[in-house]
């Protein structure tokens, strides 16, 4: 277990740049997540960080130690892999095995036949076997031990491959979109698991994903990565509730958040003409935008800062995602309803909504968050 | 009747024409020499009694035997103890002529030797060029590094050069080094397979790099990801290339005839074939076609061992 620390990382290919320092400190013990569409980089950044490619400028410490150069073999880091890259001709057991077998037995016990009967190699091969005895116990796999991958189910590979990862004890788990292969249903459920395991070893995670929800679920820390950067690093409620970008405002949530124009008229600010219980510096730009998440939007009669009619309506039980074209702007939004306003919502029905000014989340043209800004005391939704 | 019929016949008769010359063969190893001259006797021949002459010959009685012999016919001339004498040997000299034809392929021939030559040759040759082409092929499709895809090219353009164009300067090089009559003289230069490099790179290709980037993280160097990853996945593809490259030097007559000139206990099984060869004695098409029977046997009882491996290995599974 140790700490691990990424300073200044760029990766080019050709011309193409795919990193573009990006610099992050993870701590002993520490989940954190890699989130961000495909194509952000963040597999070549786990893969430069495991030791499989290597960056073209920058470094990697692992417990202090710069390991920039140092192959993977010799990093001491588990990693899954998206596709669980099992050997397809080795057993369960000899494949949870493996890292343990490179890694005790000198090159002569590893022979194959003849390895048996080397000096030393018997004590080592009962150590592993019960090593990967109690990693299939951990795992609930130990039925499984005789069978080939081929033989498994993709949730059954999974573990396989997660017990190849934690059989030994190395300096940080990297995870690369492990759940991707799974059905829903498996992946709600391994990913509860894979969260209780990290608490139970208390070991470093890196956790690549696309799937903001595995990321806000299961980490201490989510670097949210766009074009090569990390935009926020932090606390999954932060870069919810108090994200420093749109594009991470935009990407983690779902539904997604409703962005709307604004436009700063001295210190106040209208949406749609209408002005919004929210003052701005002078120096702020002209035209902003903010960002609405579904659940800050109700539904309101009395004073409505928006008005539309529902165009879809999205019943999940417990809550009702509806979307509402508006009169006064060409898109539309969603909105977060419970279940007694169902009446509300029927199709073509014309709503109000309004929100909480302290709800509103304000950035600037080029998609910074703007955190000079100040709920006036009236709001308009208290009203509702 | 369908209307694939014309498909079925044209196969058919594609078959007709690579399986009668081997029809020929193994119906030649069970006649007689007469039957084969004669063009008859259907595929088994009638399998009468026939006499070897050169064996009666062999043991046509002289003075001494004669004289030998004489207390065991009392009264007879010696003209008449010949008779009784080579009628004797032509006895023993009878037999089925699918027995005299495969005796002759055993006894006529070292056959047995040629055969564990031919084991020696194409065992040493086959393993060789895995230990050669297996590295060779991971790194050009796995391994990133300056020239790569030149020297794949010249991979393909080696596929292009014919055997024979280069025969005559390996046998000159093979011979300035001291090198022919040797096994090494029948082994060394094919023991790099380019085909072997070409066809093991296409199958790497498909295996994913998860694969090897696991085995990396599992502290595997490269070398044992070679032998411990990728050789037994690549089972199916190496039974390919060991039937390509076991038929081709099992049956090559070319190369043995150039540089194994004298030493017949060098002899590969095709080269065992050139003891029958017709010459002032007659024509021995019966012991030579048993021969070529006992030379391709083993081939074929091969592939139909290998063969449920080699098709269930096609469709690869279990590598996602």
């Known amino acids: 277990m140790a700490q691990l620390a990424i300073n200044n990382i760029t990766k080019t290919f050709g011309d193409t740049s795919v990193l573009k320092g990006i610099s992050l400190d993870i701590q002993d013990g520490e989940f954190v997540s890699l989130v961000g569409p495909s194509g952000c980089g963040k597999s070549t950044l786990l893969r430069i960080i495991a030791g499989l490619e290597e960056p073209s400028g920058g470094h990697i410490m692992i417990a202090g130690t710069d390991v920039t150069s140092t192959r993977a073999s010799d990093r001491n880091l588990s990693m899954v892999f998206q596709s669980y890259a099992l050997y397809p001709h080795l057993t369960v057991a000899e494949n949870i095995a493996v890292p343990l077998r490179m890694r005790t037995m000198n090159a002569t016990q590893r022979l194959p036949l003849i390895g048996r009967v080397m000096p030393g190699a018997s004590d080592k091969a009962k150590e592993i076997a019960q090593a990967v005895q109690h990693a299939a116990n951990v795992l609930e796999i130990d039925l499984l031990l005789d069978r080939k991958p081929g033989q498994l189910s993709g ?38 698991e894979i969260a209780e395991l990290h608490r139970r070893l208390n070991a470093t995670f890196i956790y690549v994903t696309h799937d903001q929800v595995e990321a806000m679920t299961m980490s201490d820390r989510i670097a949210v990565m766009m074009g090569g950067e990390i935009l926020q690093c932090a606390p999954p409620e932060v870069v919810y509730d108090d994200p420093d970008d749109i594009r991470v405002a935009e990407f983690i949530g779902s539904p997604k958040i409703n962005i709307l124009p604004v436009e700063r008229t001295e210190r106040d600010l209208f949406l749609f003409g209408q002005r919004l219980p929210l003052t701005a510096k002078l120096d702020a730009p002209a035209l902003l935008q903010i960002g609405l998440r579904p659940e800050a939007l109700r539904l309101t009669k009395t004073a409505p800062l928006m008005t539309g009619q529902v165009a879809h309506c999205e019943n999940l039980g417990s809550e009702i995602f509806a979307q509402i074209a508006l009169d006064e702007h060409t898109g539309r939004v969603v909105i977060k309803a419970t279940p007694e306003e169902r009446h509300k919502l029927s199709l073509g029905a014309k709503v109000g909504l309004g929100f909480a000014a302290t709800d509103a989340l304000v950035f600037g043209p080029k998609g910074k968050r703007l955190r000079d800004i100040e709920a006036t005391a009236c709001s308009v939704s208290e009203v509702a | 009747m369908t209307r694939d019929w014309w498909k079925h016949m044209v196969l058919i008769l594609g078959a007709i024409i690579v399986l009668a010359p081997f029809y020929m063969m193994v119906s030649y190893s ?78 006529e021939a070292p056959l047995l030797r040629y055969l564990l030559n031919g084991i020696l040759v194409t065992g040493s040759i086959f393993l060789i060029q895995v230990v050669v082409a297996l590295p060779a092929a991971y790194a050009l499709a796995k391994l990133k590094f300056w020239g790569r895809d030149t020297v794949f090219a010249l991979v393909l353009f080696c596929l292009l050069i014919p055997v024979h164009a280069i025969a005559l300067p390996l046998y000159i090089m093979l011979a300035k080094l001291g090198l022919t009559n040797t096994y090494a003289a029948l082994v060394v230069p094919w023991t790099i397979s380019v085909f072997g490099i070409f066809l093991m790179r296409q199958f790497f290709m498909s295996v994913p790099d998860d694969l090897i980037d696991a085995a990396r993280m599992d502290g595997l160097g490269e070398f044992a990801i070679v032998w411990r990853v990728m050789l037994p996945t690549a089972i199916p593809a190496l039974l390919a290339f060991a039937i390509f490259s076991i038929v081709a030097h099992w049956n090559d007559y070319f190369w043995p005839r150039i540089v194994v000139t004298g030493n017949r206990d060098l002899f590969t099984p095709p080269l065992g074939l050139r ?20 030379i391709v046997t083993p081939l074929i009882v091969a592939f139909l061992i290998a063969q449920r491996r080699f098709i269930e290995g096609i469709t690869l599974s279990g590598m996602k």
């Open chain 2, 275 to 294: 003891e029958f060869k017709g010459d002032g004695d007659g024509s021995f098409f019966g012991p030579m076609m048993a021969t070529a029977t006992v």
């Open chain 1, 155 to 192: 949730g059954q590979r999974q573990r396989v491959a997660l017990g190849r990862a934690l059989v030994r004890e190395p300096a940080a788990f990297l995870l690369d979109e492990p759940l991707s292969n799974l059905d829903a249903k498996l992946r709600v459920q391994t990913r509860s």
């Open chain 2, 30 to 107: 069970f006649k007689s020499p007469g039957e084969i001259d004669r063009g008859e006797g259907g595929f088994f021949g009638r399998q009468e009694m026939m006499v070897d002459e050169r064996c009666v010959k062999l043991r046509d009685p002289n003075r001494d035997e004669i004289a030998a012999a004489a207390p065991h016919f009392p009264g007879k001339t010696d003209n008449e103890i010949r008779l009784a004498l080579l009628a004797e040997a032509e006895a023993d000299c009878s037999m089925r002529p699918i027995v005299f034809n495969y005796s002759k392929a055993f006894t």
